[in-house]
């Protein structure tokens, strides 16, 4: 078993003392730790490995230099004590996390590979791999590399080339494909090739998730925008932020001109700020507004900001009031009472929108500044109109001054 320091066969060891005994039984001492051993020896190219060479890696990389190692046996395979805790095993040189980790290989003097194997020539012991296994130490099928016409020119290159596993991983990474694809992407569509079901239960559940967003923010999706929606969920990982500013783009009213979800939320409190600041705003602008909040290019604060900067210009007498934090409907009360009183109306059914209302709040003096109305001035001006005299109020008066007129001609006691 790996024990990190350890260098006892049977009490346990760690890959440089398993390499240290396992040469020592045969006479030849090396170094104890990794970093030394890489040291002896010379130098061997994969392609050229034999028997008994030692393979080095760098599997931590917060660290420059290499820090496993472990004895090759043949065949692409080498033994080695891999972490602390597992057990010695054997494993290839074509798995790709070896393959990635590569450093070294180094011939040890006085290890004779031709009698270990039986004699002759040194050995041409370099991993060869069919197609499908060179596609596998990338984890993808042989069916995916033959979808990808770069991708199968060069597995059939390395084939016949007879490349090493890293070369061809080097090969296939400079690929435009590679380059140009994230590496979610990649996995998505490795995924759909190698595993076809999950893949498409993946998407699945990616169009079920853009359906109950696009519920949730009140944008209307075709069916079209949402396949598209779930393919960037899945191939391109995409974040909360580009999935609303996709979403945003298809918030839209419905067939009773109203908006959803947290579109229609938020158009509810753009049309109850406007209407206390005494501003009118449009469908569109209303519908704009919501856009853009739901797709984050603006928060309800400048949204409610940019209303009352409006409000301010189009009552300049107040402006700084509103700017304050006053409305307009509070302004405007002592003004909404005297036209309710004198128009014998409900003071809920008047408001700042009211065009005697308005006027007076926004009257200009002859200086051609602000200059409103006196409330005495506003109920000469409401009484002086039409409505005013249809009500009680004007026909108990006028009956009164009738009366009085005809009393005076001695007509009536």
């Known amino acids: 078993m790996d024990v990190w320091g350890g260098n006892d066969l049977r009490n346990g060891i760690d890959c440089s003392g398993l390499t240290q005994q396992v040469f020592r039984a045969y006479g030849i001492e090396l170094p104890r730790v990794t970093y030394d051993q890489i040291n002896v020896g010379y130098s061997v190219p994969q392609n050229k490995l034999r028997p008994g060479d030692l393979v080095f890696f760098d599997t931590d990389r917060k660290k420059s230099g290499p820090d496993h190692v472990g004895i090759y046996m043949g065949g692409g395979k080498f033994i080695h004590a891999p972490r602390p805790g597992s057990p010695v095993k054997i494993s290839s040189l074509a798995e790709g996390y070896y393959m990635d980790r590569w450093m070294a290989g180094r011939r040890i003097p006085g290890v004779d590979a031709a009698s270990a194997s039986g004699g002759g020539e040194a050995l041409e012991v370099a991993p060869k791999l069919d197609a499908t296994e060179l596609a596998e130490t990338y984890g ?4 995916f590399f033959k979808s990808q016409p770069e991708l199968w020119k060069k597995l059939n290159q390395a084939v016949e080339e007879t490349w090493t596993p890293e070369r061809f991983q080097a ?17 998505a569509q490795v995924m759909a090739k190698t595993d076809p079901a999950t893949y498409k239960a993946t998407m699945e559940g990616a169009r079920a998730q853009a359906q109950q967003i696009a519920v949730k923010v009140g944008a209307i999706l075709s069916p079209t925008n949402v396949e598209l929606l779930a393919r960037n969920i899945v191939h391109l990982a995409w974040n909360e932020e580009q999935v609303m500013g996709f979403v945003g783009q298809y918030v839209k009213f419905g067939a009773d001109k109203t908006l959803g979800g947290m579109a229609g939320q938020a158009a509810s409190a753009i049309r109850k700020e406007a209407y206390a600041l005494g501003v009118s705003v449009t469908d569109q602008s209303i519908l704009n507004s919501a856009q853009y909040l739901v797709r984050g290019l603006t928060t309800m604060e400048k949204v409610q900001a940019g209303l009352r900067e409006h409000a301010a210009s189009l009552y300049p007498a107040w402006g700084e009031q509103i700017m304050a934090g006053a409305t307009m409907q509070e302004l405007a009360t002592p003004y909404r009472q005297v036209l309710a009183q004198e128009l014998q109306l409900p003071e809920s059914d008047v408001d700042v929108f009211s065009p005697k209302i308005k006027a007076a709040l926004n009257r200009v003096g002859a200086d051609g500044q602000p200059a409103p109305m006196d409330l005495n001035e506003f109920t000469q001006m409401v009484r002086s109109g039409p409505e005013w005299r249809r009500t009680t109020t004007a026909v108990d008066k006028a009956m009164g001054i009738g009366r009085e007129v005809l009393a005076q001609m001695g007509l009536v006691s």
């Open 171 to 187: 090969e296939v990474k400079n690929t435009k494909w590679w380059q140009n694809t994230s590496a979610t992407a990649r996995q």
């Open 140 to 143: 993808m099928s042989y069916a």
